[in-house]
């Protein structure tokens, strides 16, 4: 079909044919009346064009899926080498039914191209409203590493002024990253011990402040929007007994505030003439913001080897990318399991953490319940926090399993390369894919809980004892 302005692909074959016996002509618009005719006569004998041309585009479509798909393969075959992401391979077992509805969906994704558009940040995947405007988590390792400088001066900051604790003033989203990587790393050797306040009990707020040396702490004030009730209480009582304790002029210079910009704590900040201020971004929301400001102040703060951090998440982030096949992407197979679960009335998930990241089922709790509970189906109310009981150490887990001796997500059940060191990669990436896709798979389709336990489980081998505390920057 040639005719005057159009462009088409013909493949191989047909372009043999045509230079052997084909004639250059303008063959779209010849005999247009006797093609009428045909195309009249067509459902009268019951043949819809329109099931045809379907049929013909839905069967080209997976033809381009198909070989896209192959190139991928063949592309992340020829490229293993050192530079090529080190994450274990991760492992599911399902019951049959849901193990189809997870092909299907797997299926979905990869035809209609879902993982290159979550990466384009197209809202369409949701409802196609301001989703777009909160997916800036996507691209959060590559800007910290671009200004980790700024990470390193704040530390070689905390370190050289005489600080003996931090204290962030926080609550939920802000301060979830900071308590995790308190509990995982605990104090690193020549940095000031980190301590993170959530709670308005005025118990707990005196409990703190009898753990600190007032003259001798950096306070952190987290919040995103700068007018959360609970950090601007904090920072209000915490700045008056800290001009009690060293006097007014020198009061500012103990506080630090994390903001997005504009906000109302960044002209208080300002005002009071704080030590620093670092901004957040818009587009993350509080608990997607680990890997920000408000999750990487603190942890340069504290002592972590925050380069190493990012370089280590960046692994994982590179396995979630667009390119890589739908059946080999961990954030997008866990993702889809998810969503697809919840969907089928599974609104319930267990997180069994190792013992020596224990502490991340809490971040994870609020990830999984708060994010994905907005429309819908809640998928989260139940995270286990404890290690598994020591007569199942050893054994396979039936239950979602993070960080034995291996980088978590990607589980396995053999010991990764890396047995040795544990591993927090998952502390910030890619729980918040998984948490997106399932979301984009389940929102707006609340479903009754289902009355049969889930049998369905991402299995690994689980630790054989308690580990001790992590080395600091792994």
């Not at 050192?82 to 492992?91: D, G, I, K, Y």
């Not at 399991?337 to 919840?342: M, P, R, S, V």
């Not at 598994?388 to 979602?400: E, F, I, N, V």
Request: charged content about 25%; aromatic content about 6%.
């Amino acid at each position: 079909m040639i005719g005057k302005d159009t462009v088409n692909t013909i493949p191989p074959a047909t372009f043999d044919a045509f230079r052997d016996h084909g004639k250059l002509r303008n063959s779209l618009t010849e005999n247009l009346a006797a093609a009428k005719e045909t195309m009249e006569t067509l459902p009268k004998v019951g043949i819809s064009m329109k099931e045809v041309t379907d049929k013909l585009t839905n069967d080209g479509v997976k033809l381009f899926a198909d070989a896209f798909d192959q190139l991928l393969a063949a592309v992340e075959k020829s490229s293993k080498s050192a530079t090529t992401p080190r994450v274990s391979r991760q492992t599911h077992t399902l019951p049959k039914e849901l193990a189809a509805a997870v092909k299907t969906a797997a299926d979905d994704w990869r035809a209609n191209g879902k993982v290159r558009r979550l990466w384009q940040r197209d809202a369409s995947l949701w409802t196609g409203a301001d989703e777009a405007n909160w997916l800036g988590w996507l691209g959060i390792t590559d800007d910290q590493l671009a200004h980790n400088d700024n990470l390193r001066k704040l530390a070689d900051d905390a370190k050289s002024g005489g600080f003996a604790h931090v204290l962030v003033l926080g609550m939920g989203g802000s301060s979830l990253c900071p308590e995790v990587l308190r509990l995982t790393y605990g104090k690193i050797a020549g940095y000031p011990e980190l301590h993170v306040l959530d709670s308005t009990d005025p118990a707990q707020v005196k409990s703190f402040e009898s753990k600190i040396d007032l003259a001798k702490t950096l306070f952190i004030v987290s919040s995103k929007s700068g007018s959360t009730l609970e950090p601007n209480i904090f920072k209000q009582y915490f700045f008056e007994r800290v001009k009690q304790t060293v006097g007014a002029d020198k009061a500012g210079s103990r506080f630090l505030a994390i903001t997005d910009p504009g906000s109302k704590l960044q002209q208080v900040a300002e005002g009071d003439k704080f030590r620093h201020i670092f901004f957040g971004l818009p587009s993350i929301g509080g608990r997607y913001s680990a890997l920000s400001n408000f999750g990487l102040v603190p942890a340069a703060v504290m002592g972590l080897d925050t380069k190493k951090f990012l370089d280590r998440t960046e692994e994982m982030v590179q396995a979630c990318a667009s390119c890589v096949p739908v059946e080999e992407n961990p954030g997008v197979v866990l993702g889809l399991i998810l969503g697809t679960a919840a969907k089928a009335g599974r609104d319930k998930a267990t997180v069994v953490a190792s013992p020596g990241i224990s502490d991340l089922g809490a971040w994870l709790e609020q990830l999984l319940a708060e994010s994905t509970g907005k429309q819908g189906t809640e998928l989260s109310r139940s995270t286990a926090k404890p290690s598994m009981p020591q007569r199942y150490m050893g054994t396979t887990a039936s239950l979602p399993t993070c960080g034995s001796n291996r980088p978590p997500m990607r589980s396995r059940t053999r010991k990764s390369p890396r047995s040795k060191k544990r591993d927090t990669r998952c502390c910030g990436s890619p729980w918040p894919t998984p948490t997106t896709w399932d979301r984009s798979s389940s929102a707006g389709r609340s479903q009754p809980p289902s009355q049969v336990p889930s049998s369905a489980s991402i299995r690994s081998i689980s630790p054989t004892s308690k580990p001790a505390r992590l080395p600091p920057g792994i």
